[in-house]
């Protein structure tokens, strides 16, 4: 099968890159070499592309400048990946397009799932939700599949930082008041391959993330007392509460609560996403316990 993926410089299309080319036959393009502001040239590269499945990874996740660079948010994650669906379609390929937890309000206190409205509160809600739109507009069989707080070894995340004030700092603090569920791109990786066949069944939108939920506190907590247990040297040990309405310097609304329902996921694979827990505790034991 032969697999496209938009994206690979960023730390989901990376790890997709890495897990999946000795499998597939893969091609991989990275912003230098694919910049979806550029829609002529995602036409002209992708059409002569040979692709089954097209993954699109990349988008402008700046959350804050999107507020102010409305047109450019609207134009990668919106346009562009309406212009993905049309060539896939052309070709008789899938496409596969990552969406966001940010296209829900954040009101609710139980995981959302996928037949919950969504209702964005910023820009880069707005514009991954007109994403969402555009692609499953083209062809039944396209996937949308939204993912929550995403953290791998190919580009630093909440996690890395936190591990990384904890080993320069005695003190280290996190939001204690926002709630969602962290989703490991390995995990990502293994759980796709069951989505790359064109059958009508998995089309739509599907949710994927590790199980649980976890404010940033907690989450962050967890990574160091895993670091702990790997014997890896830390100035500090806990992490100290933040609440979300200290964060002054931010600009964009962010919902306080966006956990995912992964029960569709199981419904359709029969199979569950493991615990964020064990998520975070492998990635540390994997790629910090080297260091």
Not at 81 to 88: K, Q
Not at 123 to 146: D, F, I, M, P, T
Not at 262 to 290: H, Q
């Amino acid at each position: 099968m032969k697999i496209a993926i938009i994206g690979t410089g960023g730390r989901l299309g990376a790890a997709l890159l890495r897990e999946y080319r000795d499998k597939f036959e893969v091609t991989g393009f990275n912003h230098a070499q694919l910049d979806l502001s550029n829609l002529d040239d995602v036409r002209e590269k992708l059409r002569a592309t040979d692709f089954d499945v097209l993954i699109n990874t990349a988008a402008f996740t700046n959350v804050d400048l999107c507020e102010t660079e409305r047109d450019r948010a609207f134009l990668i994650n919106a346009e562009a990946p309406g212009v993905l669906a049309t060539i896939c379609m052309d070709k008789g390929a899938k496409l596969i397009h990552f969406s966001t937890d940010y296209v829900f309000d954040g009101e609710k206190r139980a995981p959302y799932t996928e037949e919950d409205e969504a209702k964005p509160i910023s820009v880069y809600g707005e514009s991954k939700l007109a994403g969402e739109k555009n692609v499953l507009a083209a062809v039944s069989r396209h996937l949308v599949v939204r993912v929550s707080w995403v953290f791998g070894p190919d580009r630093p995340s909440f996690i890395d930082g936190i591990v990384k004030q904890a080993q320069e700092n005695r003190e280290v603090d996190a939001i204690a008041d926002k709630f969602s569920t962290p989703t490991y791109t390995l995990d990502i990786a293994a759980a796709l391959p069951r989505f790359f066949k064109r059958d009508a069944d998995y089309g739509g939108i599907v949710h994927f993330a590790n199980a649980g939920e976890c404010s940033w506190q907690e989450y962050g907590q967890w990574a160091l007392d895993c670091c702990h247990q790997a014997g890896l040297p830390l100035k500090a040990t806990t992490v100290g509460a933040r609440k979300l309405k200290d964060m002054a310097n931010w600009v964009a609304r962010r919902p306080v609560y966006s956990v995912l329902s992964t029960a569709k996921y199981t419904k359709l694979t029969g199979a569950s996403p493991r615990t964020w827990r064990e998520a975070v505790a492998d990635y540390i034991t994997r790629f910090y316990s080297k260091k």
